[in-house]
Each structure stands twice: as C-alpha cells, then as structure tokens.
C-alpha cells in the first residue's frame, strides 16, 4: 500500500475538515425522528443534525442540535458511528458523529415543535424504514441503526461504508 506524500502540505494550514453531529432519537416502540427542512433543496428527510462550530467537539454539537432543533437536552450520548467522508466535487472532506440520543421521557415526545416551528416536518418511521433519509446519508444512518442491536456491527465508516 502507498501512502500519499504530504510533504506540500504546510503544518500551520492544515486541510478543512468540517466536523457534523448526528443524533438518533426513538420512540418507545423503537421508530426513529426524522425531520426535514426547507433549508435543503430536495426537502429530503434526516437525523437530526449539526455543523460544528470552532473548536466544539461533537458530542456537545449532537446536544446543540437536540436542543436547538426539538428542545431535547440529552444527560448522555452514546457513539454509534463515525464516518470519514472524502472531498469530492460537490463536497468538502469531512468528518460525521452519530450518536445515540435514546428514547426521550414521553412528555419530552409529546411536546415536541409542531411542523414549521423549527423544521417543515417531523416524523417517527420504523427503523427498517430509513430509505427515506437522503441518500448521502443512508447508508450511515443504517449502520447506526444496526448498531443499535448489533454491538460488533462496524463503528468506524468511509464515505458511508465500513472500510475494505
């Protein structure tokens, strides 16, 4: 295996790298929340999701987005994957944090926002029924759902898969 040569690469300027945290929230009957916002062209639906700012480390992005998107606060986050995604033409490199938020207290689901207060829309699905979310995000959202019951199931993802 060859290694590429990072010897252009001034240590003071390091590549971008964006940083996003992902939070998967369930029922009690096991469906996930899904949301989808206006803000994206396709109206696609999602986990809950963050960019990180400067310097926040990902398990704080995954309770900002909690709070910020469906005023969930979460005591504790448990890691289910984390995915390198490679730069591409549309797309910069970065890396994904998916955590666990768990099964909210039921007065917690009962008040969460109604469609347009923070998202179009939300909504619990089965957990077998994650086509639905974008297709870039797929395949990690499945394996993090996988993870779930399966705790040899691959953690560390490239682009969305365990790597070869």
């Known amino acids: 295996m060859r290694f590429p040569d990072h010897s252009d690469i001034d ?32 109206n ?5 999701t963050m960019r990180a700012l400067k310097d926040e480390p990902p398990h704080d992005v995954a309770r900002r987005a909690g709070f ?51 998202h179009d829309n939300l909504r619990f699905e089965p957990s077998t029924n994650v086509a639905l979310c974008c297709a870039e995000n797929r395949s990690r959202v499945q394996h993090a759902v996988d993870r779930l019951t399966d705790p040899f199931a691959p953690v560390y993802l490239t682009n969305g898969h365990p790597p070869a």
């Open 11 to 42: 240590p003071r300027f390091p590549p971008r790298r964006l940083v996003y945290a992902q939070v998967l929230v369930r029922n009690p009957v096991g469906d996930v929340l899904l949301a989808s916002s206006n803000l994206r062209d396709d």
């Open 44 to 48: 696609a639906w999602n986990l809950l």
């Open 68 to 118: 910020h998107d469906v005023s969930l606060k979460f005591d504790t986050l448990t890691l289910l994957v984390v995915d390198a995604v490679t730069a591409g033409d549309d797309r910069t490199e970065a890396l994904w944090f998916l955590f666990d938020g768990g099964i909210p207290a039921k007065e917690d689901l009962d008040n969460l926002p109604k469609p347009g207060e923070t």
